[in-house]
């Protein structure tokens, strides 16, 4: 079976995995806390979705582009987990799976 360039990238199976962890911490933000919730799943969502726009393309360029924005999701993702992680301790022991979905593809080596 024939897969998509995307599937093929350890980045874009991290950013898979790492939406099921929003998923977890967005369970665990207290109610009042939308904002927070909208925040970090429209991000987690960005990253797979930039990362697999970025693989579609086929001007280097182009692919950097779509790289850059799928870094700068993951950036974004991480002031929500250490501040709605679900612990409440504000620690933000939810964010190293951000950092670790954003270093680990070609597009971001060191945190955007």
Do not use: W
């Amino acid at each position: 079976m024939n897969q998509f360039d995307h599937e093929r990238l350890d980045a874009y199976r991290a950013a898979i995995e790492f939406v099921g962890t929003a998923d977890r911490i967005l369970e665990q933000i207290p109610p009042g806390r939308g904002y927070l919730k909208d925040q970090l799943g429209r991000a987690a969502l960005s990253i797979v979705n930039n990362t697999a726009e970025g693989a579609g393309e086929f001007k280097p360029s182009d692919k950097a582009r779509f790289y850059r924005m799928a870094c700068r999701s993951a950036t974004q993702d991480s002031p929500a987990e250490e501040i709605g992680d679900g612990d409440g301790d504000g620690d933000g022991d939810g964010s190293r799976m951000t950092n670790n979905a954003a270093r680990s593809g070609p597009h971001c080596s060191s945190p955007c």
